[in-house]
């Protein structure tokens, strides 16, 4: 899809092929809380919002925020849009969470059909406030974090601009707003100078504007490109136009769906056709059907192996359906049929989607997953994010990481991750765009963007989380994950109750003989699981080089994971 794709560039030195897992410890972890004053603002799905896209945008938000420039300190909003913050000096002696900021017109507002409030920390007096219908705050945050620290005041409302794409698009297109602020000497500190929208089909993954302003990194499924700028005009090439309009006048060839285990290709074939002219070829890893003294209906290699003893293909009338059974050891949501095929329209029946809808439902339900073991006895229902990826009703043809550039509104690098399964971002340095965890084999590797001078690649390997691609996968109900910036351990959370935090290997105190092989270790990776003493759904996590800081729908919880003379640097 993009002209500039590159690969990621694996430092080996930071794998460890040798890692023989987590040691599971029992030592406790120093766990406080305190109770909200009042709820949390959360968006809930609508009954139509049943696509992992829309998961995403509601279901999946992390309604807590840590301060990077000061990484005691975290933040949330209320149902009643007050900014609330918790800055934590002494663990034992957690206040309640103090209001800092009121959204105006919270009342009209939050009535509206709008996205979840949220806010960033560009720089360590300045606050960034969306409140999900439009509008966006710039915020002067003066000695942030500090007890007898004065309200945030307003230094700029920005209100979303009318463009032409807000009146064409559908409901199926996310549109990311970019805007450039300038400061003046004027009574407004802040003038928006520049404004670009960009337009995918997907919730992005990761977005994150460069530290020089000029370009966005963006990690997603499908393609993203600049479709306004309020400074010039947006062109496309005459022959990518021409190609585009003809493929959407292009009927498709032939329509598909798909289970787990296995998909079902439907053709159109003319009036009278028998069996005997029609020649469909199945081996593991290539299809073919084709029309006797025809053209090719569809013809190459498959996106993944097939069973043939059980693939079969059958014609009804006009109807052709051909049968394709998935492998046992490759059972997964295929994004196309034959690779690089686009004449195929891919659909869900209503029955689908119901079930969707009905898998996802638990994670943003006011009484979560009533019934964790299931009817009668039975397994959990539930399901983690990569299961949930798995089930999405729209799937695109490739995931890609893009650079894309502010000024030519063109993608200068780009790498292909779709079979690098997301895991989670992290804030590193808050001076930098955050980093990007994506699975590699059962690793997770995190990479830093930014274009290093003197390289062209603009994704740089600078951590690895050993087999955290296999652990998470295990974790049926897991929600949040993430990682400190001195990267010392990573931690996942349940949708409700469950903290697992796994840490990087730690010489031990004397050499360890592996009972099975009788390898002496030198070093070991702790894992360690925080229960917490609550059901309440848990809305956020974040984390320090000391702490783990849990938002619930009630409480917020500290839990100390590391003191400042012993973490990781």
């Given amino acids: 899809m993009y002209?500039?794709?590159?690969?990621?560039?694996?430092?080996?030195?930071?794998?460890?092929?040798?890692?023989?897992?987590?040691?599971?410890?029992?030592?406790?972890?120093?766990?406080?809380?305190?109770?909200?004053?009042?709820?949390?603002?959360?968006?809930?799905?609508s009954e139509d919002q049943y696509s992992v896209h829309h998961v995403r945008i509601f279901g999946l938000t992390n309604h807590l925020v840590l301060d990077q420039w000061n990484p005691n300190t975290v933040y949330f909003i209320d149902q009643h849009w007050n900014v609330r913050e918790l800055t934590v000096t002494i663990d034992t002696q957690i206040d309640s969470p103090r209001t800092i900021f009121t959204i105006p017109?919270?009342?009209?507002?939050?009535?509206?059909?709008?996205?979840?409030?949220?806010?960033?920390?560009?720089?360590?007096?300045?606050?960034?406030?969306?409140?999900?219908?439009?509008?966006?705050?710039?915020?002067?945050?003066?000695?942030?974090?500090a007890s007898d620290a004065p309200r945030w005041t307003e230094e700029l409302t920005a209100g979303e601009e009318n463009s032409e794409t807000h009146n064409t698009e559908t409901n199926f297109v996310t549109i990311l707003e970019w805007l450039t602020l300038t400061r003046t000497t004027g009574d407004t500190p802040f003038t928006v100078s520049h404004h670009r929208q960009i337009k995918g089909k997907a919730a992005p993954l990761y977005a994150a504007v460069e530290e020089t302003g000029r370009a966005v990194f963006i990690a997603g499924e499908g393609k993203y490109e600049i479709v306004y700028d309020s400074l010039k005009?947006?062109?496309?090439?005459?022959?990518?136009?021409?190609?585009?309009?003809?493929?959407?006048?292009?009927?498709?060839?032939?329509?598909?769906?798909?289970?787990?285990?296995?998909?079902?290709?439907?053709?159109?074939?003319?009036?009278?056709?028998?069996?005997?002219?029609?020649?469909?070829?199945?081996?593991?890893?290539?299809?073919?059907?084709?029309?006797?003294?025809?053209?090719?209906?569809?013809?190459?290699?498959?996106?993944?192996?097939i069973d043939v003893s059980v693939s079969t293909w059958i014609l009804e009338g006009r109807k052709l359906e051909v049968g394709l059974a998935k492998k046992e050891d490759e059972m997964l949501m295929w994004p196309e049929v034959v690779v690089g095929d686009q004449m195929?329209?891919?659909?869900?029946?209503?029955?689908?989607?119901?079930?969707?809808?009905?898998?996802?439902?638990?994670?943003?339900?006011?009484?979560?997953?009533?019934?964790?073991?299931?009817?009668?006895?039975?397994?959990?229902?539930?399901?983690?994010?990569?299961?949930?990826?798995?089930?999405?009703?729209?799937?695109?043809?490739?995931?890609?990481?893009?650079?894309?550039?502010?000024?030519?509104?063109q993608v200068t690098n780009s790498v292909n991750i779709g079979t690098n399964q997301w895991l989670f971002n992290a804030q590193l340095d808050?001076?930098?765009?955050?980093?990007?965890?994506?699975?590699?084999?059962?690793?997770?590797?995190?990479?830093?963007?930014?274009?290093?001078?003197?390289?062209?690649?603009?994704?740089?390997?600078?951590?690895?989380?050993?087999?955290?691609?296999?652990?998470?996968?295990?974790?049926?109900?897991?929600?949040?994950?993430?990682?400190?910036?001195?990267?010392?351990?990573?931690?996942?959370?349940?949708c409700v109750r469950h903290v697992y935090i796994y840490r990087q290997p730690e010489g031990t105190m004397s050499p360890v003989k592996n009972r099975k092989t009788g390898k002496v270790v030198t070093e070991i990776s702790k894992q360690q699981l925080v229960s917490l003493d609550c059901q309440d759904n848990i809305l956020g996590m974040q984390t320090s080089n000391e702490r783990?800081?849990?938002?619930?729908?009630?409480?917020?919880?500290?839990?100390?994971?590391?003191?400042?003379?012993?973490?990781?640097?």
């Fill in 233 to 305: 005009p947006v062109e496309k090439e005459k022959k990518d136009s021409e190609k585009d309009s003809k493929e959407a006048e292009r009927d498709p060839t032939y329509t598909w769906t798909q289970t787990m285990e296995d998909l079902t290709l439907t053709f159109t074939v003319p009036q009278g056709t028998q069996k005997s002219d029609i020649d469909v070829v199945l081996t593991p890893n290539r299809l073919a059907v084709e029309l006797k003294n025809g053209p090719a209906l569809l013809q190459g290699p498959l996106f993944r192996d």
């Fill in 344 to 409: 195929g329209e891919y659909f869900v029946d209503p029955d689908q989607a119901r079930i969707i809808h009905d898998r996802l439902a638990h994670l943003t339900s006011d009484e979560l997953n009533p019934d964790p073991r299931g009817k009668n006895g039975g397994a959990s229902s539930s399901s983690n994010c990569q299961m949930l990826e798995e089930c999405d009703a729209y799937p695109e043809n490739f995931s890609c990481m893009i650079r894309l550039d502010g000024e030519t509104h």
């Fill in 430 to 494: 808050p001076q930098k765009v955050p980093a990007i965890c994506l699975r590699h084999d059962v690793d997770g590797l995190l990479w830093q963007p930014g274009v290093i001078p003197g390289s062209g690649n603009a994704w740089f390997h600078t951590a690895t989380f050993n087999a955290l691609g296999y652990v998470q996968a295990s974790k049926r109900d897991k929600k949040f994950a993430s990682c400190p910036p001195d990267t010392s351990y990573t931690v996942l959370c349940d």
């Fill in 105 to 145: 017109d919270a009342a009209t507002k939050r009535a509206k059909e709008r996205l979840n409030a949220s806010l960033w920390f560009p720089a360590s007096d300045i606050c960034v406030l969306s409140d999900g219908t439009g509008e966006l705050y710039i915020l002067s945050t003066v000695t942030r974090g």
């Fill in 3 to 45: 002209d500039c794709e590159e690969s990621l560039e694996v430092r080996r030195n930071l794998l460890n092929p040798n890692f023989e897992g987590y040691k599971l410890s029992l030592d406790a972890l120093p766990k406080y809380h305190c109770k909200l004053p009042t709820g949390v603002d959360v968006v809930q799905l």
């Fill in 548 to 569: 783990i800081f849990i938002l619930t729908s009630q409480r917020l919880y500290v839990i100390r994971v590391n003191d400042v003379t012993t973490a990781t640097t």
